[in-house]
């Protein structure tokens, strides 16, 4: 399939750009709470931390990336404190989904939330003693 569309000429020619792993973060304990820092390794740095956070989320600016992480973020973890892999997993998604610019980057933000709230519903309803009122039997 590969081989096919590199072989594709003209406008519609389209080569997909080289692999990179996503960006990774890792939830450290504060005096007022958790906070999520970058995972700077022989492979990451600082540089290339920014970078890929920022084509995770279609922009070019750090504020707008920010602000979509953090909502993408609190829209899959509400009332609770987001953990390290909950973290990684939206910006491998994000990752993974690459989009080109803003309006993109919100919308695949709203396809990862309604994905995953869609899985952990099915998840729900598939509990063994879930009844039809959608509770467990007491």
């Known amino acids: ?3 096919e569309l590199q072989a594709v000429s003209g406008p519609d020619a389209r080569v997909p750009p080289p692999s990179r792993p996503a960006p990774r973060v890792t939830l450290v304990q504060t ?9 700077i390794d022989e ?5 290339r931390f920014r970078d890929g956070v920022l084509d995770a989320f279609g922009t070019v600016d750090e504020i707008v990336a920010e602000s979509l992480f953090e909502q993408l973020v609190n829209g899959l973890s509400p009332n609770q404190p987001v953990d390290s892999a909950t973290a990684n997993l939206v910006l491998a998604l994000m990752h993974s989904l690459g989009p080109k610019d803003v309006i993109e980057g919100m919308l695949a933000c ?3 939330v309604t994905h995953i709230a869609g899985m952990d519903a099915a998840r729900r309803a598939l509990h063994l003693d879930q009844t039809r009122a959608g509770g467990r039997p007491i």
């Open 110 to 112: 709203q396809m990862n």
């Open 31 to 39: 005096d007022t709470g958790h906070a999520i820092k970058p995972h």
């Open 1 to 3: 399939m590969l081989s």
């Open 43 to 47: 492979v990451a740095d600082q540089d």
